[in-house]
């Protein structure tokens, strides 16, 4: 299952003839391709597949991997896992820094007051001149 950040790249606009001209493979293939669930293409209400841009990025990518570099469709399949497996830890990461981030400026804040606070408690008091009471 692939992680998908909502862009207008993600808009379903192709029919499989033209998504696989536009991939540089056969309709066949894309089929294959989403049999072994490499690509998800949505569908419309009429049940035809619709592929999107990011489909399109994507099957060029399966197209690169397979005929340019080799990799067999069992390494596409973990190749894209670990895609996926980066961009949610980046999302996750990108929450925790807003989280740091907010609590670092909470605890500025916090410590601002406190100091703020200790302030009128505290007084000056040169060296020697210390003033002791006397014992009565």
Do not use: F, W
């Not at 606009?13 to 293939?29: D, F, K, N, R, W």
């Not at 390494?75 to 907010?102: D, F, H, K, P, Y």
């Not at 670092?104 to 008091?125: F, G, K, P």
Request: aromatic share 2%.
């Amino acid at each position: 299952m692939k992680i998908q950040r909502r862009t207008g790249k993600d808009r379903p606009l192709y029919m499989i003839s033209v998504a696989a001209e536009l991939a540089g493979m056969h309709p066949q293939t894309l089929r294959v391709y989403e049999r072994k669930q490499l690509v998800e293409p949505q569908r419309s209400a009429g049940n035809t597949r619709l592929y999107s841009e990011s489909d399109i990025e994507r099957l060029r990518l399966i197209q690169q991997l397979t005929q340019e570099e080799g990799v067999n469709l069992a390494g596409v399949m973990r190749i894209l896992e670990l895609q996926n497996q980066i961009e949610r830890m980046q999302i996750e990461l990108e929450c925790a820094q807003e989280a740091s981030t907010l609590t670092e400026r909470r605890l500025v804040t916090e410590i601002n007051a406190v100091r703020q606070s200790m302030r009128a408690d505290m007084v000056h008091v040169p060296k020697g001149r210390i003033v002791r009471r006397s014992k009565e």
